[in-house]
């Protein structure tokens, strides 16, 4: 049994790593692999990650090369971790949870719980029970189907999909809801890129990137803000070492300078285990937390000022530049040097740079994305683009590049809360029902309708939406609520703790299994950051004979559910993913003649106007320049602007170890980085046990994530970062993006106070409210005093 991490004598602060891959990397991977899967299911398995004939990684959207060019080895150390993760031979069992009830479980933390293993039967806890149970699928579709029958409203119904789902399962999930009469339905996205998606769409009129991956090699500059790919999409950083080499200069916009652009080390390259590594960011700004609207705006201020400008794009193909520049025009310098952190000279280096460069492309992940004013900095980044005409020709463009593995194809194949009309009609006209019109509810929406007694079933295909979502204790509260909670998983996690009175698991294949249906092998279909779609396909027996694949399971609780209803073929389709397919060519814009072009070798592109002929279904039929004020968000003396983030032993919720060495950490996660002229200002010392609190005036409520050790860091005054879903519960609910409503979990304003040595420890990551007297004001006191310091620890 593995030891939770909230107890954390173990935890050593080292010297950060100083690049990316290498001889580590490589030696992490297949320590990490072969004790997971062993040495033949390790072999059989890498190789064929992420090729042709292969499976398509379960962790980033990352595009692959061309199949021509791919490496033997086409994948990164996270990935192989993933593969780990999936393919694990540990097993939880009827047995296992016949042993331990779900309290008992749910003292545990998310480290532990995703080490029991694969989950081997469908189970079930029934009203009042304390235990799972083995259960039939037969029944467990008989028990979705007398739920969802039984509310007084489709829309009562919450239908959540995480982004490894394949565009098969996401298509049959999407029709099912609409067949039922609802459009809820939430997905990861709306908790990362759906700013992205806002804002391009209406600049751009479309919510997608503008590249492909050989746009990435032919760049000359290219600008990463908000991103740390050396953890989160690890083998970009071969791309961008591609574009090094070919003359590209590169610019890392980010609060934290990240190993994974200094001295990179490619591990699928002899050089870059045995050579010197290769520096990929030419130019760092270290912006404070919240600066990146200001900084595009002080650099749109600069190429107006000096007549940098593709006036050709602008004149042919923009609307809104005057406006546009003449609000620039005025930008406050004072005010962007206050909001970024940047000296006036550090923010000229980098306008200097994208100037010089005929194809420039801007990258940008949820370091834009999860604020306030996310959507109006990347219709920044896309003011800025549009000047320089850097959209619509080779080496250039707009490149959000997303997280899950499948996020944008669950989108393109009608995931979505607000469906465009065009997609309805089009469903309509395949399935002959009129779909509902109506938004449905978005993430945040659906846990206040189930906090609040509007929504009684949720269904949750793949992801850990309890600790995926913000405000975990106002989540796993609303979660508890519902009748019925089901939940379609490869391995335990917070998700199947925090349930409805009667809570299902679902157990499903992983990418890497073999799919067997209506006697033939089956394969299924995923999209990358730049729209380019591909089969993917298992090759290990299924971790037990009990597994269904998503597919599988989506179509036959939707069958035990409609039965014949509208004529929809559910069990065609649940036995033959090709009956899906042409579907799918049928209703989704550029899949005409899926099967086929998806099966290709590499798969196909789809189209994306502003690309491939510079042209904008946008509302005025252009590219858009959109004039946003600066918004600033200020930070009271004695707090912290916290960013959550990933460690590089994790991918979204799921935690495969208990390292970062990118960052110097050991042996644990509860740890805030914090700068060390703010550490002595505040009164700590490194090393200190501190509870994180973070108080929001919307609702005046104390959140507070406990147990948390001082770490020294690099990044800028009065910023702090510290992992999530550990500090999910610090992210108010109702602090969203405006215009997206997306989590601001990049700016949430926190204080550190000194930990209560004497508070019970455990393992669950609940956040723990302290004693508030009607003002809500701790009962000891300001929020911003400190009592009785811990003795330092000493972290060798």
């Not at 978005?442 to 939406?465: E, Y």
Request: net charge negative.
């Amino acid at each position: 049994m593995a030891k939770d991490t909230i107890d954390e004598a173990n935890l050593r602060v080292t010297a950060p790593e100083d690049h990316a891959a290498g001889v580590t990397a490589v030696a992490v991977s297949m320590k990490r692999a072969v004790g997971h899967m062993g040495v033949k299911n390790t072999a059989k398995t890498l190789l064929k990650l992420n090729q042709a004939d292969g499976f398509d990684c379960m962790s980033c959207a990352w595009p692959d090369p061309d199949p021509e060019n791919r490496h033997a080895a086409e994948f990164c150390e996270n990935g192989a971790k993933a593969v780990a993760e999936e393919a694990t031979k540990d097993r939880a069992t009827p047995a296992f949870f016949a042993r331990h009830s779900i309290a008992e479980l749910d003292a545990h933390d998310e480290y532990w719980l995703g080490q029991q293993g694969r989950i081997t039967h469908p189970m079930v806890k029934r009203p009042g029970g304390t235990h799972y149970e083995p259960i039939d699928w037969d029944e467990a579709n008989a028990i979705i189907a007398r739920e969802i029958t039984a509310l007084d409203s489709p829309d009562e119904a919450i239908f959540y999909t995480s982004g490894r789902a394949s565009n098969e399962a996401a298509f049959a999930y999407q029709l099912f809801a609409r067949a039922l009469g609802t459009n809820n339905m939430p997905d990861c996205s709306n908790m990362c890129h759906e700013s992205t998606s806002i804002a391009l769409a209406e600049s751009i009129g479309i919510g997608k990137a503008s590249v492909s991956m050989n746009d990435v090699y032919q760049a000359d500059v290219i600008l990463i803000a908000g991103q740390n790919p050396g953890t989160n999409h690890p083998r970009m950083l071969s791309a961008l070492e591609i574009a090094k080499r070919r003359g590209a200069k590169i610019i890392a916009v980010n609060p934290l300078r990240e190993a994974g652009l200094h001295n990179f080390r490619n591990p699928q390259v002899p050089r870059g285990i045995v050579g010197k590594g290769t520096d990929i960011a030419d130019l760092h700004l270290p912006i404070k937390i919240n600066g990146d609207l200001a900084l595009f705006q002080a650099i749109g201020s600069l190429l107006v000022e000096w007549d940098a400008l593709d006036h050709d794009f602008i004149d042919r193909h923009s609307t809104g530049f005057e406006q546009w520049a003449e609000h620039v025009r005025s930008v406050d310098w004072a005010t962007v040097e206050h909001a970024t952190g940047l000296s006036r000279e550090q923010i000229t280096q980098a306008a200097e740079m994208i100037r010089a460069s005929d194809k420039t492309i801007y990258c940008w992940a949820m370091g834009l994305t999860q604020h306030r004013n996310a959507v109006a900095t990347i219709k920044e980044v896309c003011n800025v683009a549009f000047a320089r005409g850097d959209i619509g020709k080779p080496g250039a463009g707009l490149f959000p590049v997303r997280g899950h593995s499948n996020v944008q194809g669950d989108r393109t194949m009608g995931i979505w809360e607000r469906p465009p009309q065009s997609f309805l009609d089009s469903l309509q006209t395949e399935f002959g029902f009129d779909p509902p019109r109506e938004h449905g509810l978005d993430t945040v929406d659906s846990i206040r309708a189930m906090r609040d007694g509007k929504a009684h079933v949720f269904i949750g295909l793949g992801g850990n939406f309890v600790h995926a979502s913000p405000d975990t204790a106002v989540t796993a509260e609303a979660m508890t609520k519902t009748r019925l909670t089901v939940q379609i998983s490869t391995k335990l996690n917070r998700s199947h703790l925090r349930c409805g009175d009667t809570a299902l698991i679902l157990p499903t294949l992983g990418r890497t299994e073999k799919d067997v249906r209506g006697g033939k092998e089956q394969f299924i279909s995923v999209e990358d950051s730049v729209c380019a779609v591909h089969a993917s396909r298992g090759v290990l027996d299924p971790a037990s004979p009990h597994l269904r694949s998503e597919t599988a399971i989506v179509c036959g609780f939707a069958e035990a559910t409609l039965g014949d209803r509208h004529g929809i073929r559910w069990s065609a389709m649940r036995d033959d993913y090709d009956v899906i397919r042409d579907h799918i060519s049928r209703v989704v814009v550029g899949c005409e003649d899926y099967t086929a072009k998806v099966d290709r070798p590499g798969g196909f592109v789809l189209p994306h106007p502003p690309r491939d002929t510079r042209t904008f279904q946008t509302k005025s039929g252009l590219a858009e320049f959109v004039a946003s004020p600066i918004d600033v968000l200020e930070v009271p003396e004695g707090h912290l602007l916290l960013q959550t983030l990933r460690s590089h032993d994790q991918y979204n919720t799921t935690i495969y170890g208990l390292s970062d060495r990118y960052r110097g950490i050991e042996g644990g996660r509860r740890v805030v980085f914090v700068h060390p002229d703010d550490i002595a200002h505040l009164g700590f010392s490194a090393g200190d046990l501190v509870d994180l609190t973070a108080r929001w005036d919307d609702d005046d409520i104390v959140r507070m994530a406990p147990d948390f050790r001082i770490v020294p860091y690099d990044t800028p005054r009065g910023t702090a970062a510290a992992y999530y879903p550990e500090t999910n519960p610090l992210v108010p609910l109702d602090s969203t993006a405006e215009g997206s409503n997306t989590p601001t979990s990049k700016a949430v304003i926190i204080t550190m106070k000194a930990a209560d040595t004497g508070r019970t420890r455990h393992g669950s990551y609940d956040t723990q409210q302290p004693d508030v007297d009607e003002d809500g004001q701790d009962a000891e006191g300001s929020d911003e005093g400190h009592k009785e310091h811990p003795q330092p620890v000493h972290l060798s």
